[in-house]
């Protein structure tokens, strides 16, 4: 079972669309970090979120974290080649020495 | 600069010939954690060190070992390979776990793709 359920799973758009990208759980979390991953690279952290409602934006990306800290959203908008990728979800919980957990993953494709 | 280095970049073996994937890192992290990643999915958490403490994840096949000498390098052996563990590895590092924000944000290298013939 996964914890953190992305969705779309894939999705291919042309350039200059918007579109978003979910994370959903039915767990909380005390933060909540999402990364891209290009092909053949490693994922790279772009935002991690901590208060419930927080919205944080990186250029033509905006970040939420939702109210109950158990869901995040991630918009692109006018959307380019370049955002193309694997873009996950992961978070972190309060209790223990515990490693993140990883969403199921986004892969998105911007045709130009 | 590269903080977190996989090596090799692409790596092939046989079927049942025992391979070992290298990482290290300059950030002086207390954690390094282990990725098997298949195309188009997710990594998979396969275990990570805390200093020297050593936590497998409940579903990693014992095919799949880890060491950690010191501080600085992790070693992922698989001891003997199958077709189904071809595949990007993935090497991660952070400074903490669940102790601050900005502590388990997570360094990935660039991953190791295992070929097995």
């Known amino acids: 079972t996964q914890l953190l359920e992305q969705s779309p799973q894939f999705l291919s758009i042309q350039e200059g669309e918007n579109l978003t990208v979910y994370c959903n759980s039915s767990?909380?979390?005390?933060?909540l970090q999402w990364y891209r991953q290009e092909p053949g690279e490693g994922p790279v952290l772009l935002v991690t979120?901590?208060?419930?409602?927080e919205v944080k934006k990186l250029k033509r990306l905006t970040f939420q974290f939702g109210d109950a800290r158990k869901d995040s959203s991630l918009h692109i908008t006018a959307a380019q080649p370049g955002d193309t990728g694997l873009y996950l979800c992961?978070?972190?919980?309060?209790?223990?020495?515990?490693?993140?957990?990883f969403g199921s993953g986004t892969r998105l494709q911007v045709q130009p | 600069d590269a903080m977190v280095i996989q090596n090799p970049r692409y790596q092939v073996t046989q079927f049942g010939k025992p391979v070992t994937l290298s990482c290290s890192q300059t950030l002086n992290h207390n954690v390094m954690y282990w990725y098997q990643q298949k195309s188009s999915q997710a990594p998979k958490l396969l275990f990570h060190?805390?200093?020297?403490?050593?936590?497998n994840e409940a579903d990693t096949p014992d095919n799949f070992q880890s060491r950690r000498p010191n501080t600085s390098f992790c070693f992922l052996d698989i001891r003997s390979p199958g077709l189904g563990d071809a595949a990007m590895y993935l090497c991660?590092?952070?400074?903490?776990?669940?102790?601050?924000?900005?502590?388990?944000?997570?360094?990935f290298g660039a991953g190791t793709r295992l070929s097995v013939l």
């Open positions: 979120v901590v208060t419930g409602g």
């Open positions: 060190y805390y200093d020297k403490d050593f936590n």
């Open positions: 991660a590092t952070s400074r903490g776990l669940a102790e601050g924000v900005a502590k388990n944000i997570q360094y």
């Open positions: 767990s909380v979390f005390s933060s």
């Open positions: 992961a978070g972190s919980m309060d209790t223990g020495r515990r490693a993140l957990t």
